[in-house]
């Protein structure tokens, strides 16, 4: 049986191209498409191990304290009410995580903010605020478009269906 050249049978339906026939149809073999897989769901755990570890108030602080610079453990715990072992627990969820990162010099464990890690949050953040906020220009504008062909008429709303009654 001949293979198809990739590009052969773009018409399939959207159906049609799910479950990798997709990668077929535009060339990509089976082990590119596992590299591209599996960094696709090392991106997705990583962010869910950085939110995760943003989830907790005690972690925020270590963050906003690292953000103006180095720390050391028991810097990181004066400010909060836990023993230093627990620091140090929530400190490893943060390194696990890829925010923080350690260095011991000695009997000091020095903690650095990664700001590589928060920028992959950042990114993320940002792509959903930019998608939202085209989704609400295009509300804005349909309700300007809207207002115009009413002529700006207060209390007017669209026809309703016959036999609908306005709620009280």
Same mark, same amino acid.
């Given at each position: ?27 990509? =073999? ?25 989830? =907790? ?17 028991? /810097? ?18 943060? /390194? ?44 804005? =504008? ?7 062909? =009413? ?18």
């Amino acid at each position: 049986m001949a293979r198809k050249p990739p590009g052969a049978g773009l018409r399939a339906s959207p159906a049609a191209l799910s479950g990798g026939t997709l990668a077929a149809i535009i060339g990509l =073999d089976k082990n590119l498409r596992a590299i591209i897989l599996k960094q696709m769901l090392n991106q997705s755990l990583a962010l869910d191990l950085m939110f995760q570890a943003l989830a =907790d108030p005690s972690r925020r602080a270590m963050v906003d304290r690292l953000c103006r610079g180095p720390a050391s453990v028991s /810097e990181l715990a004066k400010p909060l009410a836990m023993s230093l072992p627990a620091v140090v627990q929530h400190l490893q969820v943060l /390194e696990d995580s890829g925010l923080v990162r350690t260095g011991k010099l000695g009997r000091v464990r020095t903690c650095h903010i990664e700001p590589r890690a928060l920028r992959t949050a950042e990114q993320w953040v940002n792509e959903r605020r930019t998608s939202w906020e085209r989704h609400l220009d295009r509300l804005g =504008d349909f309700l300007a478009e809207e207002a115009q062909t =009413d002529g700006g008429k207060p209390g007017h709303s669209p026809p309703r269906k016959p036999g609908h009654r306005r709620k009280p």
